[in-house]
């Protein structure tokens, strides 16, 4: 990711509507959920959510398919994590402890999985 895609990224995310639709989209997983019930769970206008779901969109950071009269829009998981990458990338400067906390949570979240012998 260069740093033109991160800035877009995270100024999509610099707002507490899109960053609450987007945090619901990472739980929702690859099966994302509908428009209408991303605007129903947040208690937000559909006019509103359309123009947050846009910016979104255009940042990359989810993607949207149409399924029957429903739009279904889920997070791209892929683009999250080479935003998160970015932002990592060389951040401890060899002191594994400052990043220990972020590796904590996502071992928390995604397990590693065991290998077979």
Same mark, same amino acid.
């Given at each position: 990711?260069?740093?033109?895609?991160?800035?877009? $990224?995270l100024a999509? +995310? @610099?707002?507490e509507g899109r960053l609450c639709v987007f945090r619901l989209?990472?739980?929702? $997983?690859?099966?994302? +959920? @509908?428009?209408?019930?991303?605007a129903r769970k947040l208690d937000t206008q559909p006019n509103t959510m359309s123009a947050q779901l846009l910016v979104l969109s255009n940042a990359g950071l989810i993607a949207a398919r149409r399924e029957g009269r429903s739009?279904?829009?889920a997070a791209d998981f892929e683009k999250m994590s080479a935003l998160l990458q970015f932002l990592t990338k060389d951040c401890c400067g060899g002191r594994p402890e400052i990043c220990a906390p972020l590796a904590a949570t996502v071992n928390a979240c995604c397990p590693p999985k065991k290998r077979r012998a």
């Open positions: 990711m260069d740093i033109t895609n991160a800035l877009s $990224g999509a +995310l @610099a707002h989209l990472v739980k929702a $997983g690859p099966d994302g +959920l @509908a428009a209408g019930e991303i739009i279904i829009y």
